[in-house]
């Protein structure tokens, strides 16, 4: 062929299937998509000038063969979306593990504190009576850096507000926890799902078995064609 003469579609088909295999190796899976559809627009032009029944026979063999990567790479693709999808879903899981016990730590650490408060009723009638037996014109002396007691309408007061707020965090908590419970099980469906569609290895192989790429290799070897 002589300088300055337009590329064949087939040398260009041929191009662009060596591009398509570099991107494939470097996992540019859209890219190396892409090559394989110039690759197969180029092929398609080649077979409307093959002028020799084995000419047409090696390009259609070429055509299944880049049909087929293109077919492959979808395959792997989907398996690497479906893939992040589930990693992001086992994430959201782990993350609403956490509130959960970040809730009922709260709540526990309002019932200690209810608890505390109930000891310090408990004790109150004691600390009453051992004033009342107390000597006559005796009168304790407090240092100023001495805790006063809280009375009894302080100590109910408090109970009251922690258990008002108790009874708001149990809510909340049963309220998330049916929440999540729901969210799980949609999550379970939807990897169920995605798992149903990832390309099984032996599937993979099959596809990539179906052409015979020895024979492929052989027609176009025969008539000259590989550049």
């Known amino acids: 062929m002589a300088n300055g003469s337009p590329v064949s579609p087939l040398n260009q088909a041929h191009n662009f299937a060596r591009v398509a295999e570099k991107l494939e190796e470097a996992e540019r899976l859209t890219e190396a998509s892409e090559?394989?559809?110039r690759v197969l627009e180029y092929l398609e032009q080649?077979?409307?000038l093959a002028t020799f029944p084995s000419t047409l026979e090696s390009i259609q063999l070429q055509i299944k063969y880049h049909n087929q990567r293109k077919k492959i790479l979808q395959k792997k693709q989907e398996y690497l979306k479906h893939k992040e999808?589930?990693?992001l879903m086992e994430q959201a899981q782990k993350e609403l593990s956490l509130k959960e016990d970040s809730l009922q730590w709260a709540i526990y650490q309002k019932i200690d504190e209810a608890d505390s408060l109930i000891d310090a009723?408990?004790?109150r009638p004691t600390e009453t009576k051992s004033n009342d037996n107390?000597?006559?014109g005796t009168s304790p002396t407090y240092n100023s850096a001495t805790k006063h007691p809280k009375n009894d309408h302080t100590v109910i007061e408090e109970l009251h507000m922690l258990?008002?707020?108790l009874r708001e965090l149990i809510t909340q908590l049963l309220n998330e926890l049916e929440e999540s419970q729901k969210e799980a099980a949609s999550l379970r469906e939807k990897i169920k799902y995605y798992?149903?569609?990832y390309p099984k290895k032996e599937e993979v192989l099959e596809d990539q078995n179906l052409i015979d790429?020895?024979?492929i290799t052989s027609s176009v070897e025969s008539i000259g064609i590989i550049s």
């Open 85 to 87: 999808t589930l990693r």
């Open 35 to 37: 090559c394989h559809g």
């Open 163 to 165: 258990n008002s707020k």
């Open 46 to 48: 080649s077979a409307k």
């Open 134 to 136: 107390s000597e006559l």
């Open 195 to 197: 798992e149903s569609l």
């Open 213 to 215: 790429f020895s024979s």
């Open 121 to 123: 009723l408990h004790k």
